[in-house]
């Protein structure tokens, strides 16, 4: 299961979705990564919690056109490029 890490929050500046470090999280995050629509609906998912397969699955149901490899390949990239704002399971990934 994949979780936010403490401290690592969502929040929406405009038009654009930003997580951001706050309190202790500061220390290993200073900084903001903007996220576009697909990153924003993967961290609705991570903050509830969920696993790479879901996140998979949410986006072939999303996204017409998509076929399962892309989606697994995009997936692991997102999860890759946040890894510094998350918890989880390595048996998950």
């Not at 999303?62 to 076929?67: E, R």
């Amino acid at each position: 299961m994949i979780h936010a890490k403490p401290g690592f929050l969502m929040r929406r500046l405009g038009n654009d979705h930003m997580v951001v470090a706050i309190g202790e999280a500061c220390q290993q995050f200073n900084g903001m990564v903007r996220l576009n629509e697909t990153g924003a609906l993967y961290w609705n998912m991570i903050e509830g919690g969920t696993t790479p397969q879901a996140l998979v699955a949410r986006t072939l149901e999303v996204y017409d056109g998509v076929d399962e490899e892309t989606a697994r390949r995009d997936v692991e990239a997102f999860l890759d490029a946040l890894s510094f704002a998350l918890d989880h399971d390595p048996a998950d990934h």
